[in-house]
């Protein structure tokens, strides 16, 4: 069974251009989740998707945005890059059972680093 | 106060030594925790999870809960090299409804077993 994907692994950036990161979840998982990880801040959560719908959001500046499309695929965009956006971006799938949030945890991709310069 | 906490570490334990590792929680709702291990440039891989309170076995690893306390932790018996990681307590903010269902992740333990 595959398991997260995540494109690309790698991304150097220049402030003010926008980045695009792609998450496949793993099959049969309806709900996508993305994080930044920062050394100074740990894991923050970015949005959840759940059935191409914005399910929740965490504390973060309009300049992230993303989707979910009707094969669980998600992406997550940040626009106008500045140099604190410098980060893993992990994304995490999981199957909640209606009624039950995400109780069987998520499974991880490998994340995409980006770097802002 | 932080959603959740956790005591950055490292905690070094003798290899073969139980190691113990806690977490608190802000909010009371919460129904759902998780531990998960992330290695040096790696992501979070998820070891346990735990719902109800009281202890949850498996294998070498314990979780222990107390929704009173708002307390969680992690024991990891006969420890090992292998075990040296980060890890990262999760709590499900919601309420297992799915609208406001949200897992909000302490900053993380560095563990460090020496042999």
């Known amino acids: 069974k595959a398991g997260v994907t995540q494109t690309p692994r790698y991304l150097i950036k220049t402030r003010g251009q926008q980045v695009t990161l792609s998450c496949s979840p793993i099959s049969g998982h309806r709900s996508v989740s993305w994080y930044q990880q920062t050394p100074g801040q740990g894991l923050q959560f970015l949005f959840e998707?759940?059935?191409?719908?914005?399910?929740n959001k965490g504390n973060f500046p309009g300049r992230f945005s993303g989707r979910q499309f009707s094969n669980s695929r998600s992406e997550m965009n940040v626009s106008t890059l500045e140099l604190g956006d410098s980060a893993l971006y992990l994304c995490a799938s999981s199957w909640p059972s209606p009624g039950q949030g995400p109780l069987y945890g998520y499974t991880f991709g490998s994340g995409t680093r980006l770097t802002v310069v | 106060q932080k959603e959740v906490e956790q005591n950055s570490g490292p905690l070094s334990v003798p290899e073969g030594a139980i190691a113990s590792l806690n977490c608190t929680y802000s909010?009371?709702?919460?129904?759902?925790f998780f531990w998960y291990r992330q290695y040096s440039g790696k992501s979070p891989e998820l070891i346990m999870s735990i719902y109800s309170n009281g202890d949850k076995e498996d294998g070498r690893f314990t979780a222990q809960l107390n929704k009173a306390s708002q307390y969680v932790s992690l024991l990891i018996r006969d420890s090992q090299p292998s075990d040296s990681a980060t890890y990262l307590c999760?709590?499900?903010?919601?309420?297992?409804?799915?609208?406001?269902?949200?897992?909000?992740f302490g900053k993380g333990t560095r563990l460090h077993i020496l042999p």
């Open positions: 999760a709590v499900n903010k919601g309420r297992g409804m799915n609208r406001d269902d949200k897992i909000i």
């Open positions: 998707y759940f059935s191409e719908t914005q399910r």
């Open positions: 909010d009371r709702v919460s129904q759902s």
